[in-house]
């Protein structure tokens, strides 16, 4: 198979765990005789550097050219705590998405029984975790109107919702769920919120055209205590955006493994993958970063354009580093092996 | 001293643990000779279901007339998936905050060391755990303006937030914080919203006054891993309404003992206080619903009026009762007592 893919590596850890996907996506080339061929363009705090734009329009064009995107990670400290900045980091995130119609964020939280340990959760109510959320991404909070008054003392942002927004997401989530283990939890605040209303409506509806799927409401303050009360409940949780990011976040950590995580972000014409952790500025440079992440978003990459075998052989790989304890320190404080050995290591197991 | 009480023991289980708390009310007025006068009041289902409006007029009068307010829960699973209910229990509780002007949810969250082998956390992560999360309870997406069109496919809420509404509330924060360790960390989205960036703005600002409060801020996602992976580093936590739902309902499971954590909500003029805990309607009139929660809110409104003594006393009983196993079966599953029996037995030991 021929693919475009470019590569937005991005901030802080950003680029040095992308290069191990990559060399992982060059090992599957090899193996498997396919013809990748890599772009890369700058996003996020290092495209404001240089070029004053976090997401330049050559950018953006190299993604809309391409099959698929792999993402390294955004975001500068130095924006974080300057509420006067005019442009962040993660404009060029958010405006990545819009423009590319990524609708859907899709983050497997799974347990690696190996890293049980690791989980801040008591074993017995861990164990046996595996759900899917489906997060809506190009909507709500995030993208509706925001103002602040001449003065600076007022400021307000819109969440916003339409039915087809909604339904959308809400199809593939159900979809999910019926190759799953059968059951859609949507989360929403829909006894406060006009918005979570419309989205328990028009989830509903569609939920009768998936019978076999057993629906469940939850509102998102319980939800977010039942994710570590008993997440193994949960099979696919479908919600909003900015709901999404924290449900989303809190259950990338419970088990114990969140340099592990990848999630994929998919529109109609479009697609990126990126592991669920942030930029990490402290460890930037220092060969410390877990790249596994990274390397299974190449994986989730793969089984987007149906190449599932070539996805087992990266799973597998990884999987065998972490049998094998070539892992990065956060996995194993005693660990010595650094990124680009486990890159290495996981490249060559394929 | 003379208080008037107003009493809203409100849906569900409201109704059973708010008699214990009176009971032991009742305990202090006796042994300590003050004299609480107590008006009871409906609200929430019961109100919907009798008066056709979950805050009667009567009620709120009761409430603005009285000292302070004990309540009870609030909702019925009959209003939640029914999106085009026009009232709501839940717009009572909405109503009542904003009317009584209760601008500060203030919830400890506090490990009990008996209670540790409770928590769904591994003891070395949650021991030591003491914060306080401060909530703005009267502003943001929860009053902000709704809006529906007339097709149904649209929908908005609006999150808005003045200097006025951050400052009053920060303030009580940066109080706190002086009293206790001396730390306080904002939570917001201020690389998304500009609602968050006035938040960071103004709270920086403030901060200027508490030279020796360490002033931190952190994303409401990351916040919502923080809370599992090491929330022994939290002291004081400011954020706004919708955040502080999510977070202070995550922040109450992880010490394993939701049904013992009070709240207080404060105002201008007023003070209500109640369990943190909602309604719970499948346990409802079983006598197996923990009343401790609404017992220490009741401590909390002693507190409320500087009656120091009186609130220690109530505390002491219900570590008596903790200590001595007479509780409710969600803290030891082989227990035999009742929410009555509970109360009785903290009542006496006053
Ligand atoms: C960087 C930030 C804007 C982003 C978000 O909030 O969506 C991130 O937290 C995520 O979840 O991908
Ligand atoms: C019942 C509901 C409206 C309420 C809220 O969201 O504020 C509750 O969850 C709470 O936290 O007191």
Known sequence: MNLKIALLAGDGIGPEVLSQAVKCLQAVEETFNHNFVYREAPVGAIAIDKHGDPLPEKTLNLCEEADAVLFGAIGDPKYDNNPDAKVRPEQ?????RKELGLFANIRPVKVFPKLLKNSPLKPEIIS??????????????????????????????????????ISRIAHLAFKAAKNRKNKLTLVDKANVLESSRLWRKVVSKIGESYPEVKLEYMFVDNAA???????????????????????????SVIGGSIGLLASASVGTDSAMFEPIHGSYPQAKGQDIANPIASILSAAMLLEHFKLFEEAMAVREAVDKSLKKGIVTPDLDSKSQYGTNHVGDFIAENI
Chains 1, 2 share one sequence.
């Open 128 to 165: 046996g975790t595996d759900f899917t959320i489906y997060r809506e991404l190009t909507g709500g909070i995030y993208f509706g109107e925001k103002k602040i008054n001449a003065e600076g003392t007022e400021a307000s942002d819109l969440c916003s919702y339409t039915e087809k927004e």
């Open 92 to 96: 060029g995130l958010l405006k990545l």
């Open 225 to 251: 205590m039942q994710i570590i009360l008993n997440p193994s409940q949960f099979d696919v949780i479908l919600t909003e955006n900015m709901f999404g990011d924290i449900i989303s976040d809190e259950g």
